[in-house]
């Protein structure tokens, strides 16, 4: 039997709280200025009044929509061309490289762009996270048809089946997991270009409540906004971590 | 039959003609974009659009050339690249020293991960308050952004070249009976050096994104600060090309550590090391450990 304190989640968790405790002391003695890093117990206290002043909950709800708009405009662009690209060999090679520079290029920059065309609005966020999430969306979609099993479209073929019944008897089921990776990426950067944004111009849900707040020069509120938006991204990561992990097979 | 097609499909995509399609694709591709992008900032000039805010190509190329002739372009290029320098190697060796770390031992590996998953999964803007708070608005607080961008691809990539090196190596090294740093000096470092190129090559990418949206949002100094200027001061052709300006300065930097990267790779016994083979299947073929 594994004894507890060699359990690399409790040892985790001990050394978490050890340094909060740590943090605690300094900060309660001088060492460290509270108006730099705030007592932890100070930053637990803040989240009911950073709920009440701001609405976190609220917010997030508003992060949550411009992240599931952005997303679906990207599946509902992305999968049909990644297809495309699998269908048509030469466009798929042609825009290959292309693709991946894109998902490599720093798209979170072109904000004043959006902001010029659409001004300081929704449809800013949703075009900010749409880039980089239909990316992704497109690259795998491709990959998955790629890599589905030449003895599967044998055996269709074998049966005669129409093509439609080929893309969704065989050709989609056996891709799904390899898509599922590139939806979860393209989710995971929609989230993080979404909530940057939100930030970088004070507009939208949780991001524009830390800068808000440490505008306000409210140090534990800034900090608990922050963790606020840490735990959304834990969420964002294990809800399709899970999802991924159930889909793919063994 | 459908394996007789197969081989034809194969034969065909080998040949010159098939490089020609590809090829004439990618030119009428970039012909149809340069006219669509025209016709928009036409529709723009006549007042269907508001006007300049698609300026003309023409327009963006002079203002491409007018910032690669003017001193404060070479400036604020200056300052970025030092932020972006400064960050990236402490951000990197803080990043390798915990992922050997992580990597040599189960305990912390399960201690520290989800931690590291959970803030490595976190837009890291959002920590940019805490920073100007620690560092102030100046230059420091940028390099502390940069090397926090940068240590999470490179501590993800280096614990798990670590925890993926060839057991065969570590069991030879154990045979010797080398000691701790003899391991780390002989077996692990040489075997380390591709996953590490990998983190570092996407950490590389990451930094620059990093210090440019800090600059974005405070500072008085570099192609981030200078990008912010022109939107506020609604020069909508010099924005567009720091834009042109920034893409192609991070793609060169990408094609530069890639490089580097399969130099290694030619130089490297296959059997070194499993990283980079079960990393880039891990995040299904795009290269990546964390978002960002």
């Given amino acids: 039997m594994t004894k507890i304190y060699k359990m690399p989640v409790v040892v985790g968790l001990f050394g978490f709280l050890v340094c909060a405790m740590l943090l605690e002391l300094a900060v309660g003695y001088g060492y460290v200025m509270h108006l730099v890093v705030p007592r932890p117990s100070d930053t637990i206290i803040a989240f009911p009044e950073v709920q009440a002043d701001m609405d976190l909950i609220g917010n997030f709800f508003v992060t949550l929509g411009m992240t599931a708009a952005a997303t679906a405009l990207a599946l509902l662009i992305g999968i049909p061309f990644g297809y495309f690209l699998y269908r048509n060999t030469r466009y798929g090679i ?3 490289g292309w693709l991946a520079a894109a998902f490599a290029a720093p798209t979170v920059l072109l904000y004043p762009l959006f902001l010029v065309i659409f001004g300081r609005s929704h449809a800013t966020l949703i075009a ?13 979609t491709r990959q998955g048809l790629l890599g589905v099993s030449q003895t599967l479209q044998n055996v269709g073929r074998s049966f005669n089946v129409s093509e439609r019944d080929m893309f969704w008897k065989i050709l989609l089921p056996s891709a799904v997991p390899t898509i599922f990776t590139g ?4 989710v995971m950067y929609t989230l993080v270009n979404i909530v940057a944004i939100e930030y970088l111009i004070d507009f939208g849900g949780l991001g524009r409540i830390v800068s808000e707040m440490y505008f306000r020069f409210d140090t534990p509120g800034t900090y608990a906004s ?3 938006v840490i735990f ?19 | 039959m459908a394996q007789t097609g197969v081989i034809q499909d194969k034969l065909a995509l080998s040949g010159a003609p098939f490089e020609h399609s590809v090829n004439r694709i990618r030119v009428v591709t970039i012909v149809a974009l340069i006219a669509a992008w025209e016709v928009v900032a036409s529709l723009g000039t006549v007042g ?27 400036q604020d290029l200056g300052i970025t690249f030092a932020e972006h320098i400064v960050g990236f190697i402490v951000g990197s060796i803080l990043a390798v020293f915990v992922g050997i770390w992580m990597g040599t031992s189960t305990l912390v590996r399960g201690a520290l991960e989800p931690y590291l998953n959970a803030i490595g999964s976190t837009p890291k803007i959002i920590f940019l308050p805490i920073l100007f708070l620690m560092f102030g608005t100046g230059i420091e607080s940028k390099m502390a952004k940069g090397a926090l961008s940068a240590f999470f691809p490179v501590v993800f990539t280096t614990a798990l070249g670590m925890a993926l090196i060839n057991p065969v190596l570590i069991r030879v090294g154990r045979t010797f009976n080398l000691n701790k740093w003899q391991m780390i000096a002989k077996i692990y470092m040489p075997a380390m050096v591709n996953p590490v190129i990998t983190g570092l090559r996407l950490g590389m990418a990451i930094t620059v994104i990093g210090v ?14 200078r990008l912010g200027i022109y939107y506020e001061q609604f020069r909508i052709a010099p924005m567009y090309a720091i834009i042109v300006l920034i893409f192609a300065i991070a793609a060169a930097a990408n094609v530069g550590m890639t490089r580097l990267q399969d130099r290694v790779n030619r130089h490297m016994a296959p059997s070194a ?20």
């Fill in chain 1, 94 to 96: 042609a825009y290959e």
């Fill in chain 1, 128 to 140: 900010m996270g749409f880039i980089p999430g239909a990316i992704p969306i497109i690259i795998q």
């Fill in chain 1, 183 to 186: 939806i979860r990426i393209g």
């Fill in chain 1, 226 to 228: 922050i963790i606020a």
């Fill in chain 1, 232 to 250: 959304v991204s834990v969420l964002f990561y294990w809800g399709f971590g899970r999802v991924e992990k159930w889909l793919r097979p063994v």
């Fill in chain 2, 48 to 74: 269907v659009l508001y006007d300049d805010v698609v300026p003309h190509i023409w327009y963006i190329f002079i203002a491409v050339f007018e910032e690669l002739i003017s001193a404060g372009f070479y």
């Fill in chain 2, 212 to 225: 440019l949206v800090a600059e974005l949002k405070f500072s008085d100094g570099g192609l981030g600060y």
């Fill in chain 2, 273 to 292: 090391s499993k990283g980079k083979n079960r990393q880039a299947s891990a995040s299904g073929g795009l290269g990546v450990v964390a978002n960002n």
